[in-house]
């Protein structure tokens, strides 16, 4: 049973570039979140999928935007790439009905973005 | 707003040993939960152990345990019998039951087992 899957592995792009991040989630699950990590940090809500529609989203501008296919796979676009941009980008899939005392959020290993 | 400090950037014990990592956060509310998750060099971010806030007893793992301290707003994780594949970064994480989409994280721990 495949887990989270994300690709690319690594990546370098240059300021003022767009870049596409995908991910397919673990087997059976809806829901799809992404997550910011900036060197040294913890990871950052950026925004959660379900149903091919954005449901929620953190403190992001709107260079960030997203897609949910219908198998539940996503991608994360991010535009006008700023320096500030490079980070650990990590998608996590869940069940939509996700019970915190039982559930569990699955993680990729992430796409790291170099932005120069 | 709900904040997660961790103020240990970095730890190290030895092979064997007990470690405590330190966790607090902030919230005004009164129902969420909290997690460590453990992060090794393959980035995969990995549930170590979690806390509803409801209950009083403290959540145990086989070698990981936490003393949660709700008025306290505390929540540190031990590690019994380190291992050398505990080495790892280790995020303190919170998220409220009723909004349970935005998870937050601590900036992290990084723990070194030595030999």
């Known amino acids: 049973d495949a887990g989270v899957t994300q690709s690319p592995t690594h990546l370098i792009k240059t300021r003022g570039q767009q870049v596409t991040l995908r991910c397919s989630p673990k087997s059976g699950h809806d829901t799809v979140s992404w997550y910011q990590q900036a060197l040294g940090q913890g990871p950052q809500f950026i925004f959660q999928?379900?149903?091919?529609?954005?449901?929620q989203r953190g403190n992001f501008p709107d260079r960030f935007s997203g897609h949910q296919f219908p198998n539940y796979s996503s991608e994360l676009n991010v535009n006008a790439l700023l320096l500030g941009d490079s980070a650990l980008y990590l998608c996590?899939?869940?069940?939509?009905?996700?019970?915190?005392?039982?559930?569990?959020?699955?993680f990729g290993e992430g796409s790291r973005l170099t932005v120069l | 707003a709900q904040t997660v400090t961790q103020s240990q950037p970095e730890m190290s014990v030895q092979e064997a040993e007990t470690v405590t990592l330190s966790c607090t956060y902030d919230t005004s509310e009164n129902n969420y939960y909290l997690f460590w998750y453990k992060q090794p060099p393959s980035r995969q971010m990995i549930l170590v152990i979690r806390q509803e806030a409801y209950k009083q007893q403290n959540a145990t793992e086989n070698r990981f345990s936490v003393n949660f301290q709700k008025a306290a707003k505390s929540f540190s994780l031990k590690i019994s019998d380190s291992q050398l594949g505990d080495t790892a970064m280790y995020f303190c994480?919170?998220?409220?039951?009723?909004?349970?989409?935005?998870?937050?994280f601590g900036a992290g721990t990084r723990l070194t087992v030595k030999p």
């Open positions: 996590a899939s869940s069940l939509t009905i996700w019970a915190p005392e039982t559930g569990e959020l699955f």
């Open positions: 999928y379900y149903e091919e529609e954005e449901r």
């Open positions: 994480a919170f998220i409220l039951t009723y909004n349970n989409n935005d998870m937050r």
